[in-house]
């Protein structure tokens, strides 16, 4: 069997890069905010506007499900790059009265409380490095966190957005991400455990599948992790 890599090295130096290069480098990155300002000024018809987020997406029927398994009705929930709430409207029609949502795209955000229903749900309009950092220091606490992507893996790794993920779950984070996708892949699982929080459950559609794998890069995988607590 001739078995071809599934990723190249200048893949796995991406990760390196992106997981260990010391952040004092990182920050002289001139890329470092051309996401940002992509996203921010997104509104419907543009290519990323939020007429893409409120339709019907594969990743409902796991994320909803999974929130159900892990958490009670009560429970302190955050969307991270929520957009216009399509995921917290479905968590609020299912019963989940504690839920928030943040994303740059303030354009989002005002159609999903206007159209969507949730004007009652706090969501917070900014950009993950200014909110995440706001959010710890006023001491908030959510039991969990979750992401379907591709959110985190747009922000540049000058900000390390999984610390402050880390610091804000008081015990589950769950995210639908593209492991080796989108612009800064890292070792995802090395990051969370740094900051304290275990894999627990990780679920990739490529799984087990070998005559039929689609290119890695495009495929999401489920992680849940979980915070590990000192007996
Ligand atoms: C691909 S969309 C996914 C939206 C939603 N999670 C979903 O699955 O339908 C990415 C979202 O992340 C947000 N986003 C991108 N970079 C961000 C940043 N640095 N801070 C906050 N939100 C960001 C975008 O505005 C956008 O709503």
Redesign the pocket.
């Known amino acids: 069997m001739n078995g071809k890599p599934l990723f190249s090295k200048k893949q796995y130096l991406q990760k390196v890069i992106n997981t260990f290069c010391p952040r004092i480098i990182l920050r002289l990155s001139p890329k470092k905010s051309w996401?940002?300002s992509h996203?921010?000024g997104?509104t419907a018809g543009d290519i990323?506007g939020?007429d893409k987020?409120c339709g019907e997406?594969p990743?409902t029927k796991i994320i909803l499900p999974e929130i159900s398994r892990l958490v009670p009705k009560d429970a302190s929930i955050l969307?991270?790059?929520?957009?216009c709430g399509?995921?917290l409207r479905r968590l609020k029609e299912q019963g989940f009265t504690r839920i928030s949502g943040?994303?740059?795209?303030g354009n989002?955000i005002e159609y999903g409380k206007k159209e969507l229903g949730l004007s009652d749900v706090e969501m917070i309009v900014?950009?993950?490095?200014e909110?995440l950092p706001r959010l710890v220091f006023e001491g908030r606490k959510f039991q969990l966190v979750y992401?379907?992507?591709?959110?985190v893996e747009?922000?540049h790794p000058s900000f390390d957005v999984i610390r402050y993920v880390c610091e804000l779950s008081d015990e589950y984070i769950v995210f639908i991400i593209s492991l080796w996708g989108h612009a800064y892949p890292r070792f995802w699982e090395y990051e969370f455990n740094r900051n304290g929080f275990c894999l627990v459950k990780c679920i990739t559609s490529s799984d087990g599948n070998t005559d039929r794998i689609r290119d890695p890069v495009q495929v999401d995988s489920l992680m849940v992790f979980r915070r590990v607590r000192p007996e």
């Open positions: 996401a940002n996203w921010k997104q990323h939020y987020y997406h990743a969307d991270l790059g929520c957009n399509n995921y943040t994303d740059i795209c989002a900014g950009s993950f490095d909110v992401t379907v992507g591709a959110t747009l922000v």
